[in-house]
């Protein structure tokens, strides 16, 4: 059974207690993350012009977008490797037929 670990964390300037199975440092790096966004959008306009029940939603919008940005990163970066990883075999099959034919030359004369 998994421990959960609480921690007090501070996000939009309230002292809350949070629960989870992640170590306390991963639970205090979300609260900051959150908290920061939170900060970076009270700093707009719009965000300040928007009724108290629908800033929460902003929040979990602009969460959600950067999330969505790193899962199209993460599967470019995933599809980038697998292209380098063909190269790479590539490479390698070559530099093999390459020791191959130094090492028996006379094998290409037979042909």
């Known amino acids: 059974m998994a421990k959960y ?3 007090e ?7 809350l207690a949070m629960s989870g199975a992640e170590d306390e440092a991963l639970i205090q790096k979300m609260a900051s993350y959150v908290n920061n966004m939170i900060r ?7 965000y300040r012009s928007l009724p108290a029940d629908l800033k929460p939603i902003l929040i979990e ?6 999330l969505m ?9 995933e599809a ?3 292209i380098k990883e063909n190269e790479l075999s590539e490479v390698k099959q070559s530099l093999v037929e ?6 028996h030359p006379e094998a290409k004369k037979r042909r």
Do not use: F, H, S
């Open 61 to 66: 919008l602009n969460i959600a977008e950067e």
């Open 9 to 15: 964390v501070v996000i939009g300037g309230k002292v």
């Open 40 to 46: 970076k959008l009270e700093d707009t306009q719009a």
């Open 5 to 7: 670990n609480t921690t």
């Open 69 to 77: 940005q790193a899962q199209e990163t993460v599967r470019q970066l």
């Open 98 to 103: 390459a020791q191959l034919k130094l090492e």
């Open 80 to 82: 980038d490797l697998k």
